[in-house]
Each structure stands twice: as C-alpha cells, then as structure tokens.
C-alpha cells in the first residue's frame, strides 16, 4: 500500500537547546527529522482532554513486553490508553529510560546547572506548566545495557535526514526538545536542530 498523500502539512523546525509544542488529532502523522544526524529528540505528550494523562516509557514498556521500541509498538499513557503507534523508523535505537536533562543532573555531573537550557524547562515552557520532573521517550538516544547490567550514553546512530513517524490515537498536545546536553556523547557533544512534520491522511484513506 503506497503512504498516504498528506492533505496537509504543518512544519515545524525546533533550533537548538529549545523546545515547541504540537497540537494533533487522532489517526494525523508526525515525523520528527534529526536534521544533522547524532541529536537525541525528548518526545513527551500529554491527552488535549485531560492534561493530568501524559505519555509513559514505563507504561510503554510494559505493555510493549519490550525495553526497545520498534515499529508496530504503541507509545501508552499513564493510563494504559494508547497515545502514539510507530510506523516508521529509520533507526532503531531509542531510550526509554532517562529522564529529561535538568539544572541538577548538569550539576551532578558537571557542576554547571545555573543557566543550563534544559529539556525540562524546554518541554514544561512548551506546555505551560511545571511538572517537577518528566521522564519522556528519548528519540535516537543510544543508551547501552552492558553485561553487568551498567549503561552508558553512547553518540547517536541516527545520521542527518534520519527520522521516526508516529500516528496519533488520540488529540494530544506534543512536546519535542532538541536536548541541549553537549558535555557528554548524548548529542554527539553538540545541540542540533530537529523538525516535525504533521500532516492529515486524505479522507478516504484515514
Ligand atoms: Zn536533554
């Protein structure tokens, strides 16, 4: 079956060290482009109707039966309901494990959160609130589990172009980031650009 013709599309290119919002519809399709290749993408959701249910990686995780996201799973809300399903991957490598970069995770391991753009503050001030703290899905984040159960943050395997395409199922209101973490491998030791892409399937096709 060819891809469905967008009837319309919405652009959005996110610069560096910042974050925006994106208001959906059930059954519309996002593609979120790593523009340059080795940037992680912190995607988090919360329900149009109910901002109190947000996405979950822990609920993801388990209703998934998996600690890797592949093409076929669905993203869950805190409420075990379905919020996204990935259609489309052209990397493969996801974290579903940290939560987003803050001033105090800058000073645990670099003694320099005062002033940090952070994705917290970046995805807080896209939705308008303050949530304390928000573990998201981190898009092309390449964390690796070691035999003795270690991990380590290892540079990105998504290369420029490199994008995921996700079908929402339910209105939402999403929030990216392009992580602004440039003092470990997360980023490639740099913040990049990211864009997302929406776009609305013709009627006969949805
Ligand atoms: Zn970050």
Known sequence: MPAPAPSSDRRVTIPPFS????????????TIIDDEGGQV??????SAADPDEVLSSGVTIDCNES???????????????PMFELVEDTVGEHDLFHPCCRPEMYDHF????????????????ALGRERSAITPV???????????????????????GDHVTL?????????LAACSVTES??????????????STPTADES
């Open 167 to 175: 079908v929402a199922r339910m209105p939402l209101r999403v929030a």
């Open 185 to 198: 491998k997360c980023n490639s030791g740099r913040s990049t650009s990211i864009t997302a892409i929406v």
């Open 110 to 125: 670099y003694d320099n959160g005062a002033g940090h753009p952070s994705c917290l503050n970046n995805l807080n001030t």
């Open 138 to 160: 981190n898009l092309f984040m390449h964390t690796v589990i070691h035999p003795d159960m270690t991990i380590s943050v290892e540079e990105p395997l998504s290369k420029a």
């Open 19 to 30: 974050g925006d919002v994106i208001e959906m519809l059930p059954g519309q399709i996002l």
């Open 41 to 46: 993408v912190d995607f988090f959701a919360e």
């Open 67 to 81: 600690l890797r996201l592949n093409v076929g799973h669905t993203l869950y809300s805190d409420r075990y309901r």
